[in-house]
């Protein structure tokens, strides 16, 4: 079955950096990629996603890249404000059956410092 | 549009009870999936429901179960409660399986369950 796996665990940025968090996942056949931000005590919340057939995707300051290829996908959060530390877990769909499983990684831990 | 809740937020059980909890997904919304989340496991996939059926399954043991109602909301059963059962229950909607690959899944705030 799919295994997604996700890089660092944790991560401190500075305010105003960037930060990336990286990917991988192991089912070919998977074709959407969904990132969640999960605030402490709070539920996981839909930032972005991308479909296989998109290589690339932004939205403000966040971007999602993917390449099927190497089977790997990033987040990138640019100018990064404190408002943006909290946990952020990767996801990939398998295609096949009813697609309403999303296998997740383990979660990064962003820590974002004014 | 009201989002996904949950009751309820909070429950505590002892070791071989049962417990029962309920999820109302976002109105026009016919999918509902269940996870399980833990610090060591993270989030792990347990069932999914779409008309009343179950459509896809994780790998948990039998003592997990749910159900779907014909207005979409879902409850999932746990039996003899183990330790190891602690964890915060998440359940997710999607709009349903037509065009499913891509449907976006919002999540509930959860029930955080103890076992004693």
């Known amino acids: 079955g799919e295994n997604v796996e996700q890089h660092p665990s944790t991560l401190s940025v500075q305010e105003g950096d960037s930060a990336v968090i990286k990917c991988t996942y192991s089912?070919?056949?998977?074709?959407?990629f969904p990132w969640y931000k999960q605030e402490l005590g709070k539920r996981p919340q839909l930032i972005i996603d991308i479909r296989s057939n998109v290589g690339e995707k932004k939205d403000q300051r966040i971007a999602v890249t993917l390449n099927k290829t190497a089977k790997h996908f990033s987040l990138h959060i640019t100018e990064t404000q404190p408002e943006d530390s909290a946990v952020y877990f990767c996801a990939a769909r398998p295609y096949g059956g009813s697609q309403g499983n999303l296998i997740f990684g383990k979660g990064t831990k962003l820590s974002v410092k004014p | 549009k009201a989002g996904v809740t949950q009751t309820p937020r909070y429950l505590i059980k002892t070791r071989g009870q049962q417990v029962t909890l309920s999820c109302s997904p976002i109105s026009g919304h016919r999918s509902v999936s269940w996870y399980q989340q833990t610090p060591g496991q993270g989030l792990q996939f347990l069932f999914e429901y779409f008309s009343e059926t179950q459509r896809n399954k994780g790998n948990f043991p039998g003592r997990f179960s749910g159900r779907q109602f014909s207005n979409s909301r879902s409850e999932m059963n746990v039996s003899t409660l183990e330790l190891g059962d602690s964890a915060l229950y998440l359940c997710?909607?999607?709009?349903?399986?037509?065009?499913?690959?891509?449907?976006?899944?919002?999540f509930g705030p959860g029930t955080r369950l103890t076992v004693l």
């Open positions: 997710a909607s999607r709009v349903g399986l037509a065009g499913s690959s891509y449907n976006e899944q919002f």
């Open positions: 089912d070919s056949a998977s074709n959407y």
